[in-house]
């Protein structure tokens, strides 16, 4: 193989009550990586698309070219060399997963280049190591259900415990990236430290429910169970209009609304691409109301992650 | 009917990362009430066994006739009278849910008696405010199980939301009740009212683990979730010889061992009667090397809850 072309998907992390331990993709939008090999070793940036600039077009800086370095070093092949050149079709700071949506296109590009010397599950650790370069943070509730697909648990980091859930066919999610940013390394500085036990066992409890409710497909319990006692309450201050927003979605049948990630983008689960279309609407008018315009994403949920798009 | 007698299980509350949201039936001990009707109105007690004298004799300072008496208001029957004999088939303080089988046994019984004026969901309020007056707080990680069988989970309390989770028919359980006491009230009182924020997480990681190797029969999973960071690491001084008993379990292929409850029992899982009853007997030998003779029980998930052993 010369060349690969592939697309991993946004995600949304948290998911109302799971912080730092439940995600799930969306089909769309997501991050195109494109690698070319070359005769010499080492891997160049030949461009990056819709970043504005913000990225290091140096390799040896970029998190999405260090991690695919990572694994040929791991896998001895520094002699492969490689062109890339990453397309961002989401914006940096949107809460939608953008740096882990490259880095998943990256690692799963040049595996795909190399014949797949890895499975899926092996690729997992070097995107999460892209994310701790670009976000200071190696968290894994983007990067697993971006590379595995679903809706992802992260039970553990130390050692590494990832696996999915199935989850309701009809189940929708509506994704509104309003036009503000929230830097991540902001959101996670104002969260407390410390939690009551009182909201640590309410938190357990939607854990308990919404694995359950998706699981037994019973959306009452996906809807009561979508409530974030702990996170929520803290960062919904970084979004003008939260309360608003989410009022919206629920008034328009949402089973649950909340922050996507660290935010500002907010998503919303229902029943249908219907409901979930209407339930954007709402959401958006809601931003529009307050001078805030906003970007929609309606879609499934994504169970197949990141893409071959062409090989050759 | 004139005459019903009623048994209901012992349960296993916490189940180690569930800490006041997990709790599962077992199939022994239990407690039983015999409710036999009388000419006059008002519930008089006739007899309590093996509870070495230590439960209220007097029906208005009881618990379990309490709860009876509410139950016969809520209905405008208060023109019932009835005599209650109460069989203690465990001891009090116990961590097997003691309390909460016997008010279950009774709410059961006298909703038998009166043909069935209430769903068994129905009589779950009845028997939380039972928790409250015997044990000082309306906890339902016993009486939730105890009434509706299975491994239940309480989401929440404010609304009561409560629901069962499927289990794989080979998971058994040892428990284990050592001869000495721990009070409920003192076990609640070491807590701490702060989680950090790093252990919540992992606790919910285990709570989501737990439910989703249950529902999907996955033994690695469930093994690799009953984990407890907050409680067991607490509670855990309350019991001599926990850590050697709970390796005595881990070392004959327990699933995972933990406190029942707010002990001073222990409990532990595994994937046949066979394990279960080797487990129970490492489990008993650590105890006895330091002296503690201990009972034991060996038993499925109890998916029945309480059973009606008579009526005339």
């Known amino acids: 193989m010369n060349y690969i072309k592939a697309f991993a998907p946004a995600t949304v992390a948290n998911v109302a009550c799971g912080f730092d331990i439940f995600g799930f993709a969306v089909d769309e939008p ?3 990586v494109e690698v070319r090999r070359r005769d010499e070793p080492g891997i160049v940036i030949m461009d990056i698309t819709g970043d504005e600039g913000r990225l290091p077009r140096d390799a040896s800086r970029n998190a999405v070219t260090v991690v695919m370095q990572h694994l040929l070093k791991k896998l001895d092949r ?3 060399g490689c ?3 990453l397309h961002k079709n989401m914006p940096l700071g949107s809460g939608m997963g953008s740096s882990a949506a490259s880095a998943v296109a990256g690692v799963f590009a040049i595996n795909e ?20 370069i670009a976000c200071g943070s190696a968290h894994a509730d983007n990067v697993g259900p971006s590379l595995l697909g679903g809706f992802v648990v992260i039970r553990s980091y130390q050692p590494l415990d990832v696996f999915t859930v199935p989850v309701p066919d009809s189940l929708h999610c509506t994704l509104v990236h309003p036009d503000i940013e929230v830097n991540t390394k902001d959101a996670r500085y104002i969260l407390r430290n410390e939690v009551s036990l009182k909201n640590t066992i309410s938190q357990m409890g939607n854990v308990a429910g919404l694995i359950t409710g998706l699981m037994k497909e019973d959306f009452d319990l996906i809807s009561r169970s979508l409530v974030d006692v702990i996170i929520e309450p803290v960062r919904a201050i970084l979004i003008p209009e939260f309360n608003e927003v989410k009022q919206a979605a629920l008034d328009n049948d949402a089973l649950g609304c909340s922050i996507s990630g660290a935010g500002p983008s907010m998503f919303a689960l ?3 691409r219907l409901e979930a279309a209407r339930i954007g609407k709402a959401m958006q008018e809601t931003f529009e109301l307050a001078g805030i315009s906003s970007k929609l994403h309606v879609s499934g949920i994504n169970k197949e992650g990141p893409k071959l798009l062409e090989k050759r």
Chains 1, 2 share one sequence.
């Not at 280049?113 to 701790?132: C, D, K, M, N, V």
């Open 113 to 132: 280049l190399l014949g797949q010397p890895f499975t899926r599950h092996q690729l997992l650790p070097f995107a999460i190591e892209g994310e701790r």
């Open 83 to 85: 062109e890339v050149t």
């Open 30 to 32: 997501g991050d195109i």
């Open 270 to 272: 229902s029943k249908s």
């Open 78 to 80: 520094l002699d492969v």
